[in-house]
Structure formats: structure tokens, C-alpha cells
Nanobody, 122 residues
Framework: QVQLAESGGGLVQAGGSLRLSCAASVGRFSSYSMGWFRQAPGKEREFVAAISPSGLSIWYEDSVKGRFTISRDNAKNTVYLQMNTLKLEDTAVYYC???????????????WGQGTQVTVSS
């Protein structure tokens, strides 16, 4: 069983930065692909970024390319999402997910965290 715990969310002004962390309690974290998703009020949960087990392959949703950076530290069982130049439309609950395949689709991810709220104000 994998447990994921996100942290680092909060209130930030537009143009600011936040770094989200997702700590995994699992014996073989380095075997899992990790993803970040977000869900805004009234909208479906959408893909943000994903990273392969080694960290060598990374994918981003188009609207966050150049602003967000996903990374992982397998020694610390943690995946990060550095978010820069935040926009109002980035406001959402952000979730991390773990699975065997790095993908933009939600289905293949087997484990999900509880989410952390990110609110961007004007």
C-alpha cells in the first residue's frame, strides 16, 4: 500500500511561486512513476505534470510548460512541483499520484494523495 501526502500549498499573489511536495510512504518509491494533477471548483481533475521512476522523462500540460517544474528525490521518497509565475487560473486543489506508468490519464495511477489547496490572488 502506498500513502501519499502533499504539502506546500497556500495563498500566493499572481506572479508568485510555490513549491509543492509529495512524500510517499512506500518501500520502492523509485519504481513508481509520479504525477501531479489539479482540480478547480466545478471542473474535472486535470493533468499537470508527470515524471518517470528515474526522473529522466518528464511531461507537462501545455499551460504550465515553462512555469512549472516537476522533480523527484528517490532517496527521500518525495516528488516536487515547483510553480513559478503563478496565474489566477492555477487556483485548484493539487494532487499527487503514483502508478506504474507515467501518463496524462488519471486511470493508470493507482494511488492518490488527499490534495493541497493552491489559491492565486490578484
Amino acid at each position: 500500500q502506498v500513502q501519499l501526502a502533499e504539502s506546500g500549498g497556500g495563498l500566493v499573489q499572481a506572479g508568485g511561486s510555490l513549491r509543492l511536495s509529495c512524500a510517499a510512504s512506500v518501500g520502492r518509491f523509485s519504481s513508481y512513476s509520479m504525477g501531479w494533477f489539479r482540480q478547480a471548483p466545478g471542473k474535472e481533475r486535470e493533468f499537470v505534470a508527470a515524471i518517470s521512476p528515474s526522473g529522466l522523462s518528464i511531461w507537462y500540460e501545455d499551460s504550465v510548460k515553462g512555469r512549472f517544474t516537476i522533480s523527484r528525490d528517490n532517496a527521500k521518497n518525495t516528488v516536487y512541483l515547483q510553480m513559478n509565475t503563478l496565474k489566477l487560473e492555477d487556483t485548484a486543489v493539487y494532487y499527487c499520484a503514483a502508478g506504474w506508468i507515467a501518463t496524462k490519464e488519471r486511470g493508470p495511477y493507482d494511488y492518490w494523495g488527499q490534495g493541497t489547496q493552491v489559491t492565486v490572488s490578484s
